[in-house]
């Protein structure tokens, strides 16, 4: 079955980076269109990013572009998450998420999440 | 960029009692691309309803979905104990993939 668990997550410091990582099982992972979303502590679920199915298109949200990169090794079936600049509105719960298509699709399974906490 | 706005914010209802939940996108929705997610309280999202109406596999069919263009509803017809939670829509039809701003189902 399907598998998506996400690791890195932390307690760092602002300004300081950080990258999380998710570990893809249970499906040929080359095919499929990936993304990050972010929920912050008692608030609603932020999309951050998407990568496609072969890495070579990306798209950021207004909120993280410029600080965060997306990306993924087809061959490990591992997706990433850059994050440098880190502010204190960047803690939260991180997921990593699949979606049905290599590029336009529906979000059809999720990783349980990692926690970001950014505090001095 | 599209903006989904969804109303109610809190909706209080008791078990056995239908819930209907509105998400309203600032512009069209191409093909329909719209989707329902649940979320329990420490737990990831779940997809219910993809392309606006399609149940995802393995959810019951008390959740029924509905709409095009810009107004779509999502429908619970007897609420069971289990889906008090959190109900998110989406749209998938370019990027950025906004979601709405949730409502939130409760026992009454």
């Known amino acids: 079955q399907v598998q998506l668990v996400e690791s890195g997550g932390g307690v760092v410091q602002p300004g300081t980076s950080l990258r999380l990582s998710c570990a893809a099982s249970?499906?040929?992972?080359?095919?499929?269109?990936m993304h990050w979303v972010r929920q912050a502590p008692g608030k609603g679920l932020e999309w951050l990013a998407v990568t496609s199915n072969d890495g070579e298109n990306r798209f950021y949200a207004e909120s993280v572009k410029g600080r965060v990169t997306i990306s993924r090794d087809n061959s490990k079936r591992i997706l990433y998450l850059q994050m440098n600049s880190l502010r204190e509105d960047d803690t939260g719960v991180y997921y990593c998420?699949?979606?049905?298509?290599?590029?336009?699709?529906?979000?059809?399974?999720w990783g349980p999440g990692t926690l970001v906490t950014v505090s001095s | 960029e599209m903006l989904l706005t969804q109303s109610p914010g809190t909706l209080s209802l008791s078990p056995g009692e239908r819930a209907t939940l509105s998400c309203r996108a600032s512009?069209?929705?191409?093909?329909?691309?719209l989707a329902w997610y649940q979320q329990k309280p420490g737990q990831a999202p779940r997809l219910l309803i993809y392309?606006?109406?399609t149940r995802a596999t393995g959810i019951p069919d008390r959740f029924s979905g509905s709409g095009s263009g810009t107004d779509f509803t999502l429908s619970i017809s007897s609420l069971e104990p289990e889906d008090f939670a959190m109900y998110y829509c989406?749209?998938?039809?370019?990027?950025?993939?906004?979601f709405g701003q949730g409502t939130k189902v409760e026992i009454k």
């Open positions: 249970g499906f040929t992972f080359s095919r499929y269109g």
């Open positions: 392309d606006a109406s």
């Open positions: 512009q069209s929705v191409r093909n329909n691309h």
């Open positions: 998420v699949k979606e049905s298509s290599g590029w336009y699709g529906y979000f059809d399974f």
């Open positions: 989406q749209h998938y039809a370019f990027s950025p993939r906004t």
